[in-house]
């Protein structure tokens, strides 16, 4: 069956620095998602993408973050210069087409920012 | 103010019992969905409803939406220790499907344990 992949499942970077976490959407998937979930708080949306541009962002996703989909398969989120508020779980995920509601997440990749 | 709020928070039965969990707002949402998470891992998409009213059933779960749209349950019949999770309501609110955007609002989630 299809999934979502998620590359690193764990990263530990120092506060300044810039990382870059990698998502696999599911091939014959449209529209892509970032979502955090800080420990122990609900997950939370960051950002949308679908034709190669967002669509929506949310307040989190300020200048330090971007997103791109350098080729055909790949889904990136990009922090410029990490905080330690940075730290939490970042899920991809992804969702067929147009009035279809379901997505479908990743398994996520920890962050943590030291 | 929580968009959607779930209850309970916590909830530890034994196995063979049955149970409910709820999702609900004062807002209307296009969908809702409930997702099952487990530690460390992403959720894991168990349902999706979109009518007002509709009942969905995944063996032992029964999901319903409610009718003016603003609240959903799931129930769980004869629950297993595998049925141990957090289980997740997350919703595309009404307004927020327009240029098929459909971003989620998760609620915090019930965390459930069946004991054996």
């Known amino acids: 069956e299809p999934e979502v992949t998620q590359t690193p499942s764990h990263q530990v970077t120092q506060m300044g620095q810039e990382v870059i976490l990698r998502c696999v959407p599911i091939?014959?998937?449209?529209?892509f998602y970032w979502y955090r979930q800080i420990l122990g708080q609900k997950v939370e949306f960051l950002v949308s993408?679908?034709?190669?541009?967002?669509?929506?962002k949310s307040e989190i996703f300020d200048d330090q973050f971007s997103v791109e989909r350098p080729d055909g398969s790949n889904f990136t989120l990009k922090i410029r210069s990490t905080k330690l508020e940075d730290s939490a779980m970042y899920f991809c995920?992804?969702?067929?087409?147009?009035?279809?509601?379901?997505?479908?997440f990743g398994p996520g990749t920890r962050l943590t920012v030291t | 103010t929580q968009l959607l709020e779930q209850s309970p928070q916590f909830l530890s039965i034994q196995e063979g019992e049955n149970l409910t969990v709820y999702c609900n707002s004062s807002s209307v949402f296009s969908s809702l969905q409930w997702y099952r998470q487990e530690p460390g891992e992403g959720p894991v998409l168990l349902v999706t409803v979109v009518t007002g009213g509709e009942v969905k059933k995944l063996k032992r779960l029964t999901f319903q939406f409610g009718d003016a749209r603003k609240d959903s349950s799931l129930h769980i019949t004869a629950a297993q220790p595998g049925d141990t999770g957090l289980y997740l309501c997350?919703?595309?609110?009404?307004?927020?499907?327009?240029?098929?955007?459909?971003?989620?609002?998760f609620g915090k989630g019930t965390l459930l344990t069946v004991n054996p």
């Open positions: 995920a992804s969702r067929t087409g147009t009035s279809d509601h379901e997505q479908y």
């Open positions: 091939s014959n998937h449209l529209y």
């Open positions: 993408f679908y034709n190669n541009e967002i669509s929506e």
């Open positions: 997350a919703g595309v609110r009404w307004g927020n499907s327009g240029g098929s955007n459909y971003k989620l609002t």
